[in-house]
């Protein structure tokens, strides 16, 4: 590719102009030599693109970055809260204490003792 470009240089005295046209293969280049004058304003206009240097492609991959991760912690926040909405109303008349009432441990001989003793109050 870089031999292509410095013929072009050489031969044409920097009044040439080499252009990669895209191509619908991976594998094939091809390389177009357009002479002064000649090129097509899109050529033109990519070859003037100037090329952004890495630090300033970095900053930007970190401005998106962290924005995404400002909107996905706020997505995240937002969701926590509908679905606490959502229990709330769906299960408020439902929801009940657990374990307040205490088991009876007595055995069933005491149990009938204290109702005889209690059947004995009443008839007094």
Known sequence: RYLVYESVDEIGEDKWIAFKEPSEFMDECNI???????????????????????EIKAQQRAMVAMAEKESARK??????????????TLYEDELATLNTVKRDRRTIEEIQNMIEKQNKRQKT
Request: hydrophobic share 30%.
């Open 75 to 88: 997505e995240m926040i937002r969701d926590k809260e509908t679905f606490g909405n959502v229990v709330n």
């Open 32 to 54: 177009t030599v357009y002479k002064e004058g000649q090129a097509p304003p899109e050529v033109l206009e990519e070859i003037n693109k100037g090329e952004i240097p890495t």
